[in-house]
């Protein structure tokens, strides 16, 4: 069994929250609780009494271009569920909270730090039988203002990515290691998602983003043990500038929501265009072992 | 030839004429009327052959020969939150068993998009596209026992 969010080291153990506390929030006016998922059809079946939904395509990405959302369209989507700049936003969600951190990691792009994860997401919760509901809450429309989107703290793009690469400044590499040797172009359990080459950039470490979950309940390793994967066996440092990447961003905003507030590193990014843009980029280097492999043994 | 079986164009139709909520909601219902393979025709641990490949869900699929001709589909999802897979599970059970095998060997994957919309993460759309294709693989594997009598 997990120890409570405060007993585990965190650095910000304020950005997590238990399934207790939700529990305890469920009609508190100043906390708004979110799911966020991949799969289109849970939250429709059953959620957490209160919750509103954040879809990930439908809300957080701009429909044309690839890129998320503008001022604008934040600030309406927090308007509809109610929230204002003081709300807390909790955020949970299938998939072992990843897109769930993803959310989170969004949020922060337009500044409202006032936001926390539910450690376990939404397995947890059911697994613990708590209260779930099909009806979905309505809240007064607030006046949310937002500042215009900032990505320069939390996003990487191609060619800061490029450059950091030249710099040997560390990557990481959060796939599957199938994925990271380019002996798959996609996750184990998921078909090809469209690079054309595989591999990873070179000089990234790999550490698959599950590694920080405990497979039994979902929640987060304590610090101690996260501590042991990313800075002993990594050799990575708090002060390290880290950009971490995966296939399109959304498990790396998991290891950036990790590494920043659970461990405390100082300058995190997340590389959200990940492999679906740098495995079709022309001329960015790449390093594919098992391409290298399959050459020599036919020399 | 039809494009698609009967069951399943009726099917498709009914979903076309939903908004989004009402949409998904008639597949929260499919969802919730999912029946797992029967044991007689297996049990735990199923075996890999009959796993999709590239479905998150764990799921599996299995044809049985019905005596009027076609297969019968069934199915079994193991992550007890892959509720989109029950979903299709009870969509493609209930409206391809039964039906021609070369209607169902020409099911093109991508009705996943017309049953849940776009908005499907590309991993999840192809991972359900893998349950699809397994029907069809079924489907052809049976015209091609039936054109050389080599039934399994």
New interface residues.
Partial sequence: MSKGIGERGYTRADVLVSTDWVEQHLKDRDVRIAESNEDPLLYSSNHIPGAVEIDWTRDLNDPVRRDYLGRTAFERLMRRIGATRDTTIVLYGDKNNWWATYAFWLLQLFGHQNAKIMDGGRLKWIKENRPVTRDVPKYQPSNYQAPERDDTRFRAFRDQTLEHQERKLPLIDVRSPEEFRGERLHMPDYPNEGALRGGHIPGALNIPWGRAVNQEDGTFKDAAELRKIYTEENKLRPEDDVIAYCRIGERSSHTWFVLSYLLGFSRVRNYDGSWTEWGNLVQVPVENPSAEARDEAAA | MKLLPDRLERLLAALDTLDR?DR??M??EF?GQFRPVPSRIAQRPYPAEHRV????SEVYVWAEPEPKGGLTYYFAVEN?????AM?LAGILGSSLSGAALDEVAAVPADLVYRI??R??????S??L??MVNMVRAAARQQIQAAATGDYK
């Fill in positions: 909520g998904i909601q597949l929260i969802a490949p590239g479905c998150e007890p939150q892959g509720i989109s979903a849940f919309g908005e499907l993460s590309m991993g999840k192809l991972g596209m893998g």
